[in-house]
């Protein structure tokens, strides 16, 4: 409900003191006008008789009189002590509307549209839906974070650090920097840390410094489809290695490294996006001593490190960088809620310093008290704990997922369980074609958005996510894939 003193009643209504018709229809008619053609919308609060016959330079009893003639006809409801809004069902009335002023829908001079940057995700209101690997937002431990959160709100000492910071909580990034010492062995300090939103922020920035039009990036064959937006836009040129079940093929890199000068490796390899394989520990060693023998960048993005369910995972490449040829970014807290996740880059400090600049001009006042509350909860040890319960569920949910296409799905596909992460790839044994699949899916209530199918020549393959899923809605989702690969091969028999 719009606030009375947003209306600019001057600009729909204009009083003819030489009319013969009296001035409080010339406000009633005039009012009609408005609200008929969409200009005041049904529920909004409008003035009371004092302010308007105030801002009309009227007498007070002409905008009372014009307000019962509006009340009368059913245009406005009055409300005791409340004051007067715009009726929710309205009388049907035929004139000549105003043509008001609207706003322009298109630029009076010319701009430079990206292509590269439209929106690859999609909206649907079916019941069901897969997406390639998100945590479930029900699992969060609501009453942690709201008590965590409203105690940082309240506690005064912080209210002077609640103006633009874009340096961030130097508590957080204390905790950030322990947090990430204990958990992936990276040895590093608050010098080393740049708190961002979100993972594709930090890879933007990262973007920014340092690739300039024509630098060769060197991805997996298939890879994560934000990041590459983001390369492509800095006028960066992508080239693709083949990925194998240990990984990204270093032999071909090394022949790449041989004839192209290549300015960034881009790699996930705790899960490898979207395939889920790890990089093998061989691999590992390959690819650092690669970037320091041909000095490549070594982009290493591990935002989903958290959800590890093998006993003894893999460290980050970059805990075992002696060459500063690592940027590590991630995402913490990504097994809570989106708005209480944070991104984070990892890098030597003199790296550090030119970042720090520009998170300056594109976030300048931060989130101080999201970060503080962050902090909280990794001193407290509630992440910790959170993580915890969450991996068991997750693990589970994994497991059951497995289960479902091993049993609903046999002889149609294959697929490795992953060791962490949120999703699955599945290949198709048989060529079909994935885009009527979703179609014949989304008719009967399951959304499969196009950004989780892979068709191209050597392969017809899916990345599905479970986190989000309980067994139930699994049982179902699955129920409707298989009912759909049906009707799929039918019409194509």
Wanted: charged content about 25%.
């Amino acid at each position: 409900m719009n606030s009375p003193v947003e209306i600019p009643y001057r600009s729909f209504i204009h009083i003819d003191r030489e009319s013969v018709t009296a001035i409080y229809l010339q406000i009633a008619n005039q009012f009609i006008q408005a609200i008929a053609s969409g200009y005041l919308k049904a529920g909004t609060k409008i003035l009371g008789s004092r302010s308007l016959s105030v801002l009309l330079d009227v007498h007070r009893n002409t905008i009372s009189a014009a307000y019962d003639e509006l009340f009368a006809q059913g245009w406005i409801d009055i409300k005791p002590n409340k004051g007067s809004f715009i009726a929710a069902v309205l009388p049907e009335v035929k004139f000549k509307k105003i043509d008001f002023k609207t706003y322009p829908k298109q630029t009076g001079f010319s701009f430079k549209k990206s292509i590269l940057l439209d929106n690859p995700f999609e909206l649907s209101s079916c019941d069901f839906a897969f997406n390639d690997g998100s945590p479930d937002i029900r699992l969060t431990q609501i009453d942690d974070l709201s008590r965590i959160y409203s105690s940082n709100l309240k506690r005064k000492s912080n209210r002077s650090k609640m103006g633009y910071n874009q340096e961030g909580s130097e508590y957080f990034k204390e905790q950030l920097s322990h947090y990430l010492q204990l958990s992936r062995g990276l040895q590093i300090s608050t010098d080393n840390l740049l708190i961002t939103r979100s993972v594709e922020m930090s890879l933007y920035i990262i973007s920014e410094i340092l690739l300039q039009k024509d630098d060769i990036v060197v991805v997996g064959e298939l890879s994560y489809f934000s990041a590459n937006m983001i390369f492509q836009k800095s006028g960066s040129k992508i080239m693709t290695i083949p990925v194998d079940e240990e990984g990204i093929n270093t032999r071909v890199l090394e022949q790449l490294c041989q004839s192209t000068s290549i300015r960034m490796l881009y790699l996930t390899p705790h899960q490898h996006y979207p395939t889920t394989v790890s990089l093998s520990a061989q691999r590992r060693m390959e690819v650092l001593q690669l970037a320091k023998k041909y000095g490549f960048i070594l982009l290493e993005d591990d935002h989903t490190y958290d959800f590890q369910y093998d006993k003894q995972p893999l460290m980050p490449l970059a805990s075992n960088d002696q060459d500063g040829m690592v940027i590590y970014v991630g995402s913490f807290g990504q097994s809570l809620a989106p708005g209480f996740r944070t991104g984070f880059i990892v890098a030597p400090s003199n790296l550090m310093i030119e970042m720090r600049k520009h998170l300056g001009i594109i976030d300048r006042q931060g989130d101080i008290l999201m970060e503080l509350a962050l902090g909280d909860m990794i001193e407290e040890g509630a992440i910790h704990r959170h993580l915890k319960k969450s991996l068991k569920i997750y693990r589970e949910r994994r497991d059951y997922l497995a289960a479902l296409l091993t049993t609903e799905l046999a002889g149609e596909i294959e697929f490795q369980l992953p060791s962490g992460g949120l999703a699955i790839w599945i290949e198709w044994k048989q060529p079909i074609n994935l885009m009527k699949l979703s179609q014949l899916a989304y008719k009967n209530n399951l959304f499969i958005p196009r950004t989780l199918l892979y068709q191209m020549k050597n392969i017809t393959a899916m990345r599905i996510g479970f986190g989000h899923l309980n067994f139930d809605e699994m049982r179902k989702a699955i129920s409707i894939l298989k009912i759909s690969l049906k009707k799929l091969k039918e019409i194509n028999d």
